[in-house]
């Protein structure tokens, strides 16, 4: 069979003649294509650490693995991706080179590696050679001279593929050798070829040493011709060939091409050697020697453990089948390798009414089951129901589908109803949410929820990954088949009515059946923590119900009122954009970075704070540090604002409104936030600023389904105070929380030391407030109240000072995270917490700012949720018809009627005040502050 040079092309086959005590992974055959990958190793190692450092990727002990994970992660994507046949990876000596001897000076300017950086090597190195992976390593030459030579010494065996982000390797490039060059976003490569280098450079590779020696490098030191840059190097190289031949040509070249040339002319011979890459070095191996092989199994899962890469690990068995994953006592059971579920499972079909109705009779029999819904669309309301799937027995499982011209969806869900609906029958399921609303639009409602496998998995740790196919590769070691497996993808995508039946069986009961196997995991690992496995079965469990309530009934908008606040924003766009076209003399696009940074920064002067990859960087911190400094800053973040408010909301909700209810159906996310919070989507409402003359426009747009009906809004009152005050034990803020006093005046008055406190002594109190508690600085509040960074000190130190407890308790949080590698709230939700030991400052401040944050927030979350759950089941008990319709942040929305809202007021008060003291506030009286309107912003 003839080679091809297309990396990726062929089937997973490996090299002969290998170490006798090393197994390869599959034997090869003489005719299978072989290719060879060269990986440039510290070239890669620098790209992962900077493309990860903002990360701040470490262990919960403080050793940083960024570099590592990123590296770890392309090597991984290379033999998964490209299948390669023989693999190595070059590393540069840690000797001086050849190079250094012929030209002292050279990579002289180059700085000293990062220390987080430096302390990964070793690790790196140690899980290359647990892979198994030829390390090619020589005193005084570099990992370009060992690739070169490499290349050059193989390409007679096999199409070789340099892996390098490195600019130089591409001199090496022709027929037989090309360059994978890693692309903007983490593991992606870029093919380069003879002709992607010429596109690239304006040079074909035979000519880059040449280039190279005109140009220079300035990344190592290497001078070149002055004043020639690529795109005059490229030019006459195109013009005569060869640097050899312009020289010969000097005559014909302008002035000051010709004088810098001939300067040039005595070093071309050291900066041509300089820039050469060697091709002729002893390697001291083998083409058989880089033949894949299995990894250590046993080093490299150790490795693994103790890097806390678990997604890594969770992909080795899928790389190498038959690997064993190291077993981990404080994680749930992990199986040897990954397998298919249904393999050796017993997973039925019905299609029928007879077989419906013996499924009926044995689901009813049972105390749980396990149910999922294969569907048309992800959009519930949208969904048409091809089938569900049951499973009450690890290995077996049913699969009813239901079509058109067989087993009808009406008839099956008939005879399934009562179990389906039996309150004394616990179901369990990934995701429920969804399943509960698919079948609710069949007229079903699927209950109780006894178990969520995504729900679980997230209070146990949020920070991991809870979708199906994860939970069941890292928890029960399957390779589940996946959605974009069963139908394809993009363009080649079929509906899934036209997967076959056989193969649609075997996936929708393997969902059944892998959440079932998923629950009898969990349930032993919640057991172990009494409080996860309250927060399981008392807040996040029947939550799902209530959220699926909410999303079905939707929220009514006043489409008219959304209409005139476009029009009136458009004018007001219109305006802004006139003032600040004026305001510079020239018209430019202000919605593009670049232009505006080109305003800011090299029109009006302004001093640049930080630049990206495509110029200089006008986020919005930018803009707010410069808005002193000139009036068009202020108008271009107004203009932003009223942008971003008019594309988010204005001119999107009044499109995202269903059809067939007439209302906007927000989906709400419990498994999202690190902290238990709930967030919401499609759209996102928690986002809509309520301090804007223009948010609260937007707020006016809700309203009732009905005009004779009413919004009730319910929030708590300063709810993260109080939870501080009931951590900490402080005193003063309990004190005056007691005496129902002002917080933000009660605080002035204990900073400022005066009982005339001024509307702006509260508005700094306030700051100091809710900024303080979360780590903000004398620099951030300086900011936030446009005062001197000394007098903000001296307002935070003040407060520390008049509020001990308070600041002792977050000391405690930051030590026992430390301590314990997590924090908790109240009732015992918790938070995995890295980075607190890291050497960056700046990494260390973040992780120690979400400590502090998670007891708050996260006692929040609880006690809201709980509320929600207290209210829908009280209102459900009096058979109201009112509704609740949202939660934003610590305030619950609902749809209510003349006759129920005082009855409603009273029920959600009474629940909101209950569920503070269920999740902790024992100390601290809790307020809830309700009010009644036709729309959401006269409610609140």
Same mark, same amino acid.
């Not at 929600?868 to 009096?878: P, Q």
């Given at each position: 069979?003839?080679?091809?040079?297309?990396?990726?092309?062929?089937?997973?086959?490996?090299?002969?003649?290998?170490?006798?005590?090393?197994?390869?992974?599959?034997?090869?055959?003489?005719?299978?294509?072989?290719?060879?990958?060269? +990986?440039?190793?510290?070239?890669?190692?620098?790209?992962?650490?900077?493309?990860?450092?903002?990360?701040?990727?470490?262990?919960?002990?403080?050793?940083?693995?960024?570099?590592?994970?990123?590296?770890?992660?392309? +090597?991984?994507?290379?033999?998964?991706?490209?299948?390669?046949?023989?693999?190595?990876?070059?590393?540069?000596?840690?000797?001086?080179?050849?190079?250094?001897?012929?030209?002292?000076?050279?990579?002289?300017?180059?700085?000293?590696?990062?220390?987080?950086?430096?302390?990964?090597?070793?690790?790196?190195?140690?899980?290359?050679?647990?892979?198994?992976?030829?390390?090619?390593?020589?005193?005084?030459?570099?990992?370009?001279?060992?690739?070169?030579?490499?290349?050059?010494?193989?390409?007679?065996?096999?199409?070789?593929?340099?892996?390098?982000?490195?600019?130089?390797?591409?001199?090496?490039?022709?027929?037989?050798?090309?360059?994978?060059?890693?692309?903007?976003?983490?593991?992606?490569?870029?093919?380069?070829?003879?002709?992607?280098?010429?596109?690239?450079?304006?040079?074909?590779?035979?000519?880059?040493?040449?280039?190279?020696?005109?140009?220079?490098?300035?990344?190592?030191?290497?001078?070149?011709?002055?004043?020639?840059?690529?795109?005059?190097?490229?030019?006459?190289?195109?013009?005569?060939?060869?640097?050899?031949?312009?020289?010969?040509?000097?005559?014909?070249?302008?002035?000051?091409?010709?004088?810098?040339?001939?300067?040039?002319?005595?070093?071309?011979?050291?900066?041509?050697?300089?820039?050469?890459?060697?091709?002729?070095?002893?390697?001291?191996?083998?083409?058989?020697?880089?033949?894949?092989?299995?990894?250590?199994?046993?080093?490299?899962?150790?490795?693994?453990?103790?890097?806390?890469?678990?997604?890594?690990?969770? *992909?080795?068995?899928?790389?190498?089948?038959?690997?064993?994953?190291?077993?981990?006592?404080?994680?749930?059971?992990?199986?040897?390798?990954?397998?298919?579920?249904?393999?050796?499972?017993?997973?039925?079909?019905?299609?029928?009414?007879?077989?419906?109705?013996?499924?009926?009779?044995? +689901?009813?029999?049972?105390?749980?089951?396990?149910?999922?819904?294969?569907?048309?669309?992800?959009?519930?309301?949208?969904?048409?129901?091809?089938?569900?799937?049951?499973?009450?027995?690890?290995?077996?499982?049913?699969?009813?589908?239901?079509?058109?011209?067989?087993?009808?969806?009406?008839?099956?869900?008939?005879?399934?109803?009562?179990?389906?609906?039996?309150?004394?029958?616990?179901?369990?399921?990934?995701?429920?949410?969804?399943?509960?609303?698919?079948?609710? &639009?069949?007229?079903?409602?699927?209950?109780?929820?006894?178990?969520?496998?995504?729900?679980?998995?997230?209070?146990?740790?949020?920070?991991?990954?809870? &979708?199906?196919?994860?939970?069941?590769?890292?928890?029960?070691?399957?390779?589940?088949?996946?959605?974009?497996?069963?139908?394809?993808?993009? @363009? @080649?995508?079929?509906?899934? *009515?036209?997967?076959?039946?056989?193969?649609?069986?075997?996936?929708?009961?393997?969902?059944?059946?892998?959440?079932?196997?998923?629950?009898?995991?969990?349930?032993?690992?919640?057991?172990?923590?009494?409080?996860?496995?309250?927060?399981?079965?008392?807040?996040?469990?029947?939550?799902?119900?209530?959220?699926?309530?909410?999303?079905?009934?939707?929220?009514?908008?006043?489409?008219?009122?959304?209409?005139?606040?476009?029009?009136?924003?458009?004018?007001?766009?219109?305006?802004?954009?006139?003032?600040?076209?004026?305001?510079?003399?020239?018209?430019? &696009?202000?919605?593009?970075?670049?232009?505006?940074?080109?305003?800011?920064?090299?029109?009006?002067?302004?001093?640049?704070?930080?630049?990206?990859?495509?110029?200089?960087?006008?986020?919005?911190?930018?803009?707010?540090?410069?808005?002193?400094?000139?009036?068009?800053?202020?108008?271009?973040?107004?203009?932003?604002?009223?942008?971003?408010?008019?594309?988010?909301?204005?001119?999107?909700?009044?499109?995202?409104?269903?059809?067939?209810?007439?209302?906007?159906?927000?989906?709400?996310?419990?498994?999202?936030?690190?902290?238990?919070?709930?967030?919401?989507?499609?759209?996102?409402?928690?986002?809509?600023?309520?301090?804007?003359?223009?948010?609260?426009?937007?707020? @006016?747009?809700?309203?009732?389904?009905?005009?004779?009906?009413?919004?009730?809004?319910?929030?708590?009152?300063?709810?993260?105070?109080?939870?501080?005050?009931?951590?900490?034990?402080?005193?003063?803020?309990?004190?005056?929380?007691?005496?129902?006093?002002?917080?933000?005046?009660?605080?002035?008055?204990?900073?400022?030391?005066?009982?005339?406190?001024?509307?702006?002594?509260?508005? @700094?109190?306030?700051?100091?407030?809710?900024?303080?508690?979360?780590?903000?600085?004398?620099?951030?509040?300086?900011?936030?109240?446009?005062?001197?960074?000394?007098?903000?000190?001296?307002?935070?130190?003040?407060?520390?000072?008049?509020?001990?407890?308070?600041?002792?308790?977050?000391?405690?949080?930051?030590?026992?995270?430390?301590?314990?590698?997590?924090?908790?709230? +109240?009732?015992?939700?918790?938070?995995?917490?890295?980075?607190?030991?890291?050497? &960056?400052?700046?990494?260390?401040?973040?992780?120690?700012?979400?400590?502090?944050?998670?007891?708050?927030?996260?006692?929040?979350?609880?006690?809201?949720?709980?509320?929600?759950?207290?209210?829908?089941?009280?209102?459900?008990?009096?058979?109201?018809?009112?509704?609740?319709?949202?939660?934003?942040?610590?305030?619950?929305?609902?749809?209510?009627?003349?006759?129920?809202?005082?009855?409603?007021?009273?029920?959600?008060?009474?629940?909101?005040?209950?569920?503070?003291?269920?999740?902790?506030?024992?100390?601290?009286?809790?307020?809830?502050?309700?009010?009644?309107?036709?729309?959401?912003?006269?409610?609140?």
């Amino acid at each position: 069979m003839a080679s091809s040079n297309n990396p990726g092309q062929y089937q997973l086959t490996f090299g002969t003649n290998v170490k006798k005590d090393v197994e390869t992974v599959s034997p090869a055959e003489e005719e299978t294509p072989r290719q060879l990958f060269l +990986l440039d190793g510290m070239a890669l190692v620098y790209r992962a650490f900077f493309a990860l450092q903002r990360t701040g990727m470490s262990t919960r002990e403080g050793m940083p693995t960024g570099a590592t994970y990123g590296f770890l992660t392309t +090597l991984l994507k290379i033999r998964e991706a490209y299948k390669p046949t023989h693999l190595a990876v070059a590393f540069d000596s840690a000797e001086k080179t050849f190079r250094h001897e012929l030209y002292e000076p050279y990579k002289a300017n180059r700085p000293e590696p990062p220390e987080d950086l430096v302390v990964q090597l070793e690790t790196i190195l140690d899980l290359i050679d647990a892979l198994r992976v030829p390390v090619l390593k020589t005193p005084g030459y570099e990992a370009d001279d060992l690739i070169g030579s490499a290349s050059r010494q193989f390409e007679k065996e096999c199409p070789v593929f340099i892996v390098t982000p490195d600019k130089d390797l591409a001199q090496l490039v022709h027929d037989g050798v090309k360059i994978l060059k890693p692309g903007k976003k983490q593991n992606e490569l870029d093919l380069m070829g003879a002709d992607e280098v010429r596109a690239q450079f304006g040079v074909a590779p035979e000519r880059f040493t040449d280039f190279l020696t005109l140009t220079g490098d300035a990344s190592d030191n290497i001078p070149g011709a002055k004043g020639i840059g690529p795109k005059t190097a490229a030019k006459l190289l195109d013009s005569y060939g060869s640097l050899d031949n312009i020289m010969t040509h000097l005559d014909e070249l302008p002035g000051k091409s010709r004088k810098s040339l001939e300067e040039f002319r005595e070093r071309i011979g050291l900066i041509r050697q300089l820039v050469t890459i060697r091709t002729d070095l002893d390697l001291g191996t083998s083409f058989e020697k880089m033949a894949c092989v299995r990894p250590d199994s046993e080093k490299l899962f150790r490795l693994l453990d103790k890097l806390e890469l678990k997604t890594v690990a969770a *992909r080795i068995p899928l790389l190498f089948p038959g690997t064993v994953p190291t077993e981990n006592a404080d994680q749930p059971q992990q199986t040897a390798s990954l397998r298919r579920p249904h393999e050796g499972a017993a997973y039925h079909l019905v299609d029928t009414e007879g077989g419906v109705a013996d499924l009926a009779e044995k +689901l009813n029999a049972q105390p749980s089951f396990s149910i999922d819904t294969e569907t048309t669309s992800l959009d519930t309301f949208e969904a048409e129901l091809v089938g569900l799937s049951v499973s009450w027995k690890p290995g077996e499982a049913w699969f009813v589908h239901c079509s058109k011209d067989g087993l009808k969806a009406e008839t099956a869900l008939d005879r399934l109803r009562p179990a389906l609906e039996n309150p004394a029958i616990l179901k369990t399921g990934q995701n429920l949410k969804y399943d509960i609303l698919v079948l609710k &639009n069949h007229g079903i409602r699927l209950g109780p929820v006894g178990f969520d496998t995504m729900l679980a998995s997230y209070v146990i740790n949020p920070g991991e990954k809870h &979708n199906l196919d994860d939970l069941a590769a890292r928890l029960l070691g399957y390779r589940t088949t996946k959605y974009s497996d069963l139908v394809g993808s993009g @363009k @080649k995508a079929i509906p899934i *009515r036209d997967v076959p039946l056989d193969v649609l069986t075997d996936y929708a009961c393997q969902d059944a059946d892998v959440a079932l196997q998923l629950e009898k995991n969990l349930s032993p690992v919640l057991r172990k923590n009494s409080s996860l496995e309250w927060l399981c079965r008392n807040i996040e469990f029947p939550l799902v119900q209530v959220l699926a309530d909410m999303e079905y009934h939707g929220i009514a908008l006043d489409t008219k009122h959304l209409a005139e606040t476009a029009a009136t924003v458009r004018e007001a766009l219109a305006g802004l954009t006139e003032r600040i076209h004026e305001t510079v003399g020239t018209p430019f &696009n202000i919605d593009s970075p670049k232009q505006l940074g080109n305003i800011l920064f090299n029109v009006l002067r302004l001093p640049s704070k930080k630049t990206t990859k495509t110029g200089y960087s006008t986020d919005v911190r930018v803009l707010e540090e410069l808005s002193a400094l000139h009036p068009i800053v202020r108008d271009v973040l107004e203009y932003r604002s009223l942008q971003k408010l008019r594309s988010t909301y204005i001119e999107a909700l009044p499109k995202m409104l269903n059809p067939r209810t007439g209302r906007l159906h927000t989906s709400f996310n419990q498994h999202i936030t690190t902290t238990g919070r709930l967030s919401s989507s499609n759209p996102n409402l928690q986002n809509i600023p309520i301090r804007t003359e223009l948010g609260r426009e937007i707020r @006016k747009a809700f309203i009732p389904s009905n005009a004779e009906g009413y919004l009730l809004s319910a929030d708590y009152s300063q709810i993260e105070l109080r939870i501080a005050a009931e951590l900490s034990g402080d005193s003063k803020l309990i004190d005056a929380f007691r005496n129902r006093e002002d917080i933000h005046t009660a605080t002035a008055r204990v900073v400022f030391d005066t009982d005339d406190i001024t509307a702006d002594m509260r508005r @700094k109190a306030k700051e100091v407030n809710f900024g303080v508690l979360y780590g903000l600085q004398a620099f951030g509040l300086a900011q936030r109240l446009n005062i001197s960074r000394n007098e903000a000190s001296n307002i935070i130190e003040t407060y520390k000072s008049k509020y001990p407890a308070l600041f002792d308790s977050l000391r405690n949080i930051i030590e026992e995270a430390s301590g314990k590698g997590y924090v908790t709230t +109240l009732l015992g939700r918790r938070r995995y917490i890295e980075n607190l030991g890291s050497r &960056n400052a700046n990494v260390r401040k973040a992780a120690e700012r979400a400590a502090m944050n998670m007891p708050i927030q996260g006692t929040a979350a609880d006690i809201i949720k709980c509320a929600m759950s207290l209210v829908s089941r009280r209102t459900a008990e009096r058979g109201m018809r009112s509704a609740m319709l949202l939660q934003v942040h610590d305030e619950l929305v609902f749809e209510t009627t003349g006759d129920e809202r005082e009855e409603l007021s009273s029920i959600v008060e009474d629940s909101m005040i209950e569920a503070a003291g269920i999740c902790g506030l024992k100390t601290v009286p809790v307020e809830v502050e309700t009010g009644i309107g036709k729309n959401w912003l006269d409610a609140h």
